[in-house]
């Protein structure tokens, strides 16, 4: 079963706008990370950050994290066309390498 | 360094088959894990090997197994296929002590 949801669903912007993206899990955490998928290919990691961590950046990624509401952000800076893609999140839990994914947002960047 | 591979890339079979998926890690990666991808279901955890013991198993029937090998190469086999099996069944290697993990491009199979 999932750990949590994802918002939106779906997003469409114009390039060099920014987008946002939105993740509820369930349980303690001891990370979460955001994976990326283009169009059912196998899936890239993009960043990590841990459970004592509010904020990371990494290039045009900047990611947010709230245990006490148990919700992370992920933003996209000046988005571009090859950004389109489906943008997972994933918790992990102790000490085993099993993610619980959210369902998805299937960002679309028009150029 | 190579990424992870994984064989077959397609594969078509009928109900009541049995198939094998292999996944071969990153170099220097110990730990594989395996996902199954469906659209109803989304991205679900079946299980994780280290130094070939299973480390942890996700919700699925007994007909889904798996093992690792010395070399950390794993495979994955289903048995008595069920239509619902259709799936991306994606592998993922990391390194010990990391949470990271770099995936294949997974193994698209049709039951049909």
């Known amino acids: 079963s999932q750990q949590g949801e994802e918002d939106p669903q779906a997003l469409s912007i114009q390039e060099g706008e920014n987008a946002t993206m939105n993740c509820s899990y369930k349980?303690?955490?001891?990370?979460l990370q955001w994976y990326r998928q283009n169009s059912g290919r196998g899936l890239v990691h993009l960043i990590l950050?841990?459970?004592?961590?509010r904020e990371k950046h990494s290039g045009r990624l900047r990611v947010t994290l709230d245990t006490s509401k148990k919700s992370s952000s992920l933003l996209i800076t000046a988005s571009r066309a090859a950004d389109t893609a489906s943008y997972f999140c994933a918790t992990g839990s102790g000490s085993a390498r099993q993610l619980t994914f959210g369902s998805g947002t299937q960002l679309t960047v028009l150029p | 360094k190579a990424g992870v591979t994984q064989t077959p890339r397609y594969l078509i079979k009928t109900r009541g088959q049995q198939v094998t998926l292999s996944c071969s890690p990153i170099s220097g990666h110990r730990s594989v894990s395996w996902y199954q991808q469906t659209p109803g279901q989304g991205l679900q955890f079946l299980f994780e090997?280290?130094?070939?013991?299973?480390?942890n198993k996700g919700n699925f029937p007994g007909r889904f197994s798996g093992r690792q090998f010395s070399n950390s190469r794993s495979e994955m086999n289903v048995s008595t296929l069920e239509l619902g099996d259709s799936a991306l069944y994606l592998c993922a290697s990391s390194l010990d002590n990391y949470y990271e993990q770099y995936f294949g491009p997974g193994t698209r199979l049709t039951v049909t």
């Open positions: 349980t303690s955490i001891n990370n």
């Open positions: 090997y280290f130094s070939e013991t299973q480390r």
């Open positions: 950050i841990r459970s004592n961590e």
